[in-house]
């Protein structure tokens, strides 16, 4: 087996986002592999100061400095014919590297993370291809037209439909196209023609319980010495499925808990809150943190967390996240999926405003028993949900596995 080129839109460090923490963990595994060289884009200082970090794994890296805006990269996308999302990561010193490493490195197999760095694989590479989609972006872009306004519901609407054809190109391409859940293989076989889907397979995402245990954090003070309940929401807060599924929590399922829990508190926990979360400080009940150096002790001290997403595509880490640390999970149908957890046993699902505000509601009268789906929770990730189970596949998908097969048969 010779080396790995391994390709990400964004630098695996530090993992404290969905994205970012499935990558982060795959470059890890693969770098017990193999040597491996890192192509990624960043967008921050922070981004940028964990080079050391990336540089202790790889064995050769370049980050590319992305400009976060899209006002440019939509205007020549909308000349070019080309999707925003793929125009964003265009970027030629990108090009120019892979180009370079290829030809000085021994590269056996190209690992693409996310969608976007597909179009860095040349057509003439004549390695094994591995492209990591985690979810149906081109399905997601859809769901949104759905519900935007007349302009942006063209664009969504748009790019959706690249996206799809791009995502087709891809999985013709590769030898192993991944998908983060059974729901999202089936979903993207269902758009692909037959014959595309055969290198379609699922590779979850994990869940690091040693680093998400109870035991290691407090809980954090402000929230631990005023009354309750504490109800909790962790994520990206740019995210427009996040977004949405606060504005859901906040404006229709907490004024029905405050009914009977009138101390009830919604906290809003992530980076980048949008202006319209923001509005929403000193509204009742409802508390907007923002970025956090450490999502621990929030999930520590909260007497539920809840997950009312009704756009939700592949495994929630905010769900595993808070399953890790023992608490009980209040959620939607859509942000259970990917998980094989039992409801009423490991968490409580909600159909309904109503059904999710009930079960909050149970939650915080029943502490006995909310500390017990707790801790089955946790034994459950714990046993079936730890990142080493998840990636145990990964030798095989890029060629190890069957390579050392015929070496041994020969």
């Known amino acids: 087996m010779g080396d790995i080129l391994f390709l990400a839109h964004r630098i695996p460090f530090p993992p404290d986002r969905g994205d970012k923490i499935r990558s982060h963990h795959l470059l890890l595994k693969l770098a017990e592999l193999a040597p491996v060289h890192v192509g990624c884009f960043a967008e921050s200082k922070i981004d940028f100061g964990h080079d050391e970090a990336l540089q202790a794994i790889a064995a050769s890296q370049f980050i590319a400095r992305r400009a976060t805006g899209l006002a440019m990269p939509g205007l ?126 699922v590779l979850r995402n994990g869940i690091d319980t040693q680093f998400f245990d109870p035991a290691t954090c407090q809980p954090h003070p402000d929230l631990a010495r005023t009354r309750g309940p504490h109800i909790v929401f962790t994520g990206q807060m740019d995210y427009p499925p996040n977004v949405e599924a606060c504005e859901r929590m906040a404006d229709c399922i907490l004024p029905l808990v405050r009914r009977t829990l009138p101390d009830a508190t919604f906290h809003i926990v992530g980076r980048a809150p949008v202006e319209r979360l923001i509005r929403r400080v000193g509204q009742p009940g409802v508390r907007v943190w923002g970025e956090v150096p450490d999502v621990r002790p929030y999930l520590a001290a909260s007497d539920v967390v809840v997950a009312p997403l009704t756009i939700a595509r592949g495994v929630q880490n905010k769900v595993l996240e808070a399953m890790a640390m023992a608490r009980p999970v209040v959620l939607s149908a859509e942000a259970a999926t990917g998980i094989d957890a039992i409801n009423g046993v490991h968490w409580q699902i909600g159909h309904s405003d109503a059904a999710l505000a009930d079960h909050i509601c149970a939650i915080a009268h029943e502490p006995a028993s909310a500390a017990t789906m707790g801790r089955a929770a946790r034994d459950f990730v714990t046993e079936h949900q730890n990142w080493d189970a998840m990636l145990r596949p990964l030798a095989e998908i890029v060629g190890i596995a069957s390579r050392s097969g015929c070496r041994d048969a020969a």
């Open 76 to 201: 020549r996308a909308l000349g070019s014919g080309r999707p925003i999302s793929l125009t964003a990561f265009d970027q030629a010193a990108m090009h120019d590297w892979v180009r370079r490493t290829l030809a000085e490195r021994d590269i056996d197999c190209i690992f693409i993370f996310s969608g976007q760095m597909g179009q860095y694989v040349p057509a003439d590479f004549a390695g094994r291809v591995v492209v990591d989609l985690c979810d149906v972006d081109s399905a997601k872009f859809a769901s949104y037209a759905q519900s935007a306004d007349s302009a942006k519901a063209w664009l969504y609407a748009r790019e959706s439909r690249l996206l799809a054809q791009e995502e087709a190109r891809l999985a013709a391409r590769a030898n192993r196209t991944l998908l983060v859940s059974d729901a999202e293989a089936g979903l993207f076989r269902s758009r692909l023609p037959a014959s595309a889907g055969r290198s379609v397979a």
